[in-house]
């Protein structure tokens, strides 16, 4: 059972940035592949970035040059830094975990608010 805690959320005005983090317990992550999604007012939930064990990462094509996603295997954490951010990143943001045996993990999730 891996355990998620996201962090970094807030309110933010258009333009500006943010660090989302999410630490995981357990000692398997670094075996992980950890993924940001998010659920804006009225939609479904969507891949943000993801990262694999090995380090390649994948972003969807709205937060592609602007996000980056990164992880400390050391202390169990991945990241997502968010720059020039856009009213429509506005969404709850999820960390999850998905390890070697296909099991699948979410974190509570962290509100991020981008005003005009």
Same mark, same amino acid.
């Given at each position: 059972?891996?355990?998620?805690? &996201?962090?970094?959320?807030?309110?933010?005005?258009?333009?500006?940035?943010?660090?989302?983090?999410?630490?995981?317990?357990?000692?398997?992550?670094?075996?992980? %592949?950890?993924?940001?999604?998010?659920?804006?007012?009225?939609?479904?939930? &969507?891949?943000?970035? /993801?990262?694999?064990?090995?380090?390649?990462?994948?972003?969807?094509?709205?937060?592609?040059?602007?996000?980056?996603?990164?992880? /400390?295997?050391?202390?169990?954490?991945?990241?997502?830094?968010?720059?020039?951010?856009?009213? &429509? /990143?506005?969404?709850?943001?999820?960390?999850?975990?998905? /390890?070697?045996?296909?099991?699948?993990?979410?974190?509570?999730?962290?509100?991020? %608010?981008?005003?005009?």
């Amino acid at each position: 059972q891996v355990q998620l805690v &996201e962090s970094g959320g807030g309110l933010v005005q258009a333009g500006g940035s943010l660090r989302l983090s999410c630490t995981a317990s357990g000692n398997t992550f670094r075996r992980n %592949t950890m993924g940001w999604y998010r659920q804006g007012p009225g939609k479904q939930r &969507e891949l943000v970035a /993801d990262i694999t064990s090995g380090g390649i990462t994948n972003y969807a094509n709205s937060v592609k040059g602007r996000f980056t996603i990164s992880r /400390d295997n050391a202390k169990n954490t991945v990241y997502l830094q968010m720059n020039s951010l856009k009213p &429509e /990143d506005t969404a709850v943001y999820f960390c999850n975990a998905a /390890d070697i045996y296909g099991m699948r993990y979410w974190g509570k999730g962290t509100l991020v %608010t981008v005003s005009p």
